[in-house]
């Protein structure tokens, strides 16, 4: 049972560039999350998904893409880095207790994290 | 809106000594809290969470936090640091499909 696990860990990109960042769980999650961390800023959220197939906006989703084509995998795209760009991405996973409605007190479940730079 | 606070960017304490680390929120309804930990170089660990009811929660390693609605605040604690400690801390609050928004997070050091 390896959790929430994040590929690649390290990556360098020029202004300019596109990657896509993997996030894959093996708990059977409904919910899925990509948070950035920067310095004095804690965690914030990106995108997330409540089920297969769908994505959401979270607080800070402009210029990154997301998609959720099986349930177990969630992945961050980024079409054209840019500079501010620079930061640790965290995947998580989380679940509902109740099948089909919101349960406020499940908690998260984190990958070690992606520190991208662009340059 | 709802919002988390950590109003300090590091706690210093020595080992043996109790420690605090603090949490104040800003919600409308119930609030579901969460304390993560970080260890350098990793991803975020969960401590302990407060649902409802009893004010005092206990959680992972030794931690307890304590829940107080008339100061909207939900402060990390534990009796006994140890140097292992040392560590990132983060609050959060679950604002629905357990989305969560962080305080900005507060470096505990624990000196021998």
């Known amino acids: 049972n390896a959790g929430v696990t994040q590929t690649p860990k390290f990556r360098v990109l020029k202004t300019g560039q596109s990657m896509t960042l993997l996030c894959a769980q093996d708990?059977?999650?409904?919910?899925m999350y990509w948070y950035r961390q920067d310095p004095g800023m804690g965690l914030r959220l990106i995108h997330y998904?409540?089920?297969?197939?769908?994505?959401a906006k979270g607080e800070v989703p402009d210029g990154y893409n997301v998609s959720r084509l099986k349930k177990q995998n969630f992945l961050l795209g980024l079409e054209s880095a840019a500079p501010s760009q620079t930061s640790v991405y965290f995947c998580?996973?989380?679940?509902?207790?109740?099948?089909?409605?919101?349960?406020?007190?499940?908690?998260?479940?984190f990958g070690q994290g992606t520190r991208l730079t662009v340059v | 809106a709802q919002s988390v606070a950590q109003p300090e960017d590091q706690v210093n304490v020595a080992e043996g000594n109790p420690l605090t680390v603090k949490c104040t929120y800003s919600?409308?309804?119930?609030?579901?809290l969460f304390w993560y930990v970080q260890y350098p170089n990793r991803g975020l660990q969960f401590l302990l969470k407060?649902?409802?009811?009893?004010?005092l929660v206990k959680g992972s390693y030794g931690f307890e936090a304590e829940f107080n609605k008339s100061q909207t605040s939900f402060h990390l604690k534990k009796p006994s640091a140890l140097v292992s400690d040392s560590a990132l801390y983060f609050c959060?609050?679950?604002?629905?499909?357990?989305?969560?928004?962080f305080g900005t997070g507060t470096r505990l050091l624990v000196s021998p």
């Open positions: 998580a996973s989380s679940y509902s207790m109740n099948r089909g409605q919101t349960s406020w007190w499940t908690e998260a479940f």
């Open positions: 959060a609050m679950n604002t629905g499909f357990q989305k969560l928004v």
């Open positions: 919600v409308s309804g119930n609030p579901y």
């Open positions: 407060y649902i409802t009811g009893d004010n």
């Open positions: 998904s409540v089920g297969e197939g769908t994505t």
């Open positions: 708990m059977n999650h409904e919910y």
